[in-house]
């Protein structure tokens, strides 16, 4: 089984009015394999009247984002035709693959009503054969996504299979990717997790594993295994996931993610010169 190797605490980096707390990258950490980045954005109340979130159009390419909707809601829009209202529960898994401009902007409800927002975005690369891929989206309400129940835990399931369900995304790289609600006195083990890429961190109480307490705020750095068991002794919530290892350069600038210097000057020049498109910004 695995144990945990090292803490990782996040560190405040807001913007403007957004409290946001970032584990990966830090400083003895760049990556998880191919987990490249994680904001942790709020848990806060916004007033009514308030500006929403800063998330205004702007470009990627290379790797896919997945965004957890703890609390709160979340408008998305992108220059391939996208867009959609995910609420608390749901998640936005896009893939910019070969390049999209996108906006994620709070609707104009809850811009005048207020209420409590919490958003984790987490980064997963693409190899080197999908960098290029066609831009996709896929946003899914709480309802659509599948929850596994036992021993006091709860998996809420993203993609690939666990408990004899299916999760709502089908990962282009056979990712795992889930966020779990843990009760005191409950447990829950992910097997199957031999030369894969573990992430593992927590946005709530804590948890452990294998004897060492993982606090809110903290990425747990596991070692070797092919299993984890995580137990509570008080409720917790946690993002679980693991992914084959890309064996391949990671060159990121800001937006984007390549393989190599040249590919990012290349995104910056297809970006500059219109072929991402243009995301319109609805709130409503």
């Given at each position: 089984?695995?144990?945990?190797?090292?803490?990782?605490?996040?560190?405040?980096?807001?913007?403007?009015?957004?409290?946001?707390?970032?584990?990966?990258?830090?400083?003895?950490?760049?990556?998880?394999?191919?987990?490249?980045?994680?904001?942790?954005?709020?848990?806060?109340?916004?007033?009514p009247n308030n500006r929403g979130l800063p998330f205004g159009p702007h470009p990627h390419r290379g790797f896919e984002t997945v965004t957890f909707i703890l609390e709160g809601e979340l408008a998305h829009t992108d220059s391939a035709g996208h867009a959609s209202i995910i609420r608390a529960g749901g998640i936005q898994w896009m893939t910019a693959g070969s390049g999209i401009v996108h906006a994620e902007v709070s609707p104009a409800d809850f811009k005048r009503d207020g209420g409590p927002m919490e958003i984790l975005q987490l980064w997963v690369n693409l190899p080197a054969r999908l960098k290029m891929t066609a831009p996709r989206y896929v946003g899914a309400q709480a309802g659509a996504i599948p929850a596994v129940t036992a021993d006091g835990a709860t998996v809420h399931l993203i993609s690939g299979a666990f408990g004899g369900a299916q999760g709502v995304v089908d990962s282009l790289t056979g990712v795992f990717l889930s966020w779990v609600e843990i009760e005191a006195g409950g447990s829950v083990t992910f097997d199957g997790l031999a030369g894969r890429d573990v992430f593992l961190y927590g946005a709530r109480g804590m948890f452990h594993v294998e004897g060492t307490a993982v606090p809110h705020f903290h990425l747990a750095e596991l070692g070797p295994g092919d299993g984890v068991t995580i137990t509570a002794t008080e409720p917790a919530l946690f993002l679980f996931g693991h992914a084959a290892p890309i064996d391949e350069p990671i060159v990121a600038h800001g937006p984007f993610v390549m393989n190599s210097e040249a590919e990012i000057r290349q995104a910056f020049h297809d970006y500059q010169a219109g072929k991402f498109g243009v995301a319109e910004i609805v709130e409503a």
């Open positions: 089984m695995r144990t945990v190797k090292r803490l990782h605490p996040a560190f405040r980096d807001d913007i403007g009015d957004l409290v946001t707390r970032r584990p990966v990258p830090g400083p003895a950490i760049g990556h998880v394999g191919a987990f490249l980045f994680l904001n942790h954005h709020g848990p806060q109340r916004y007033p």
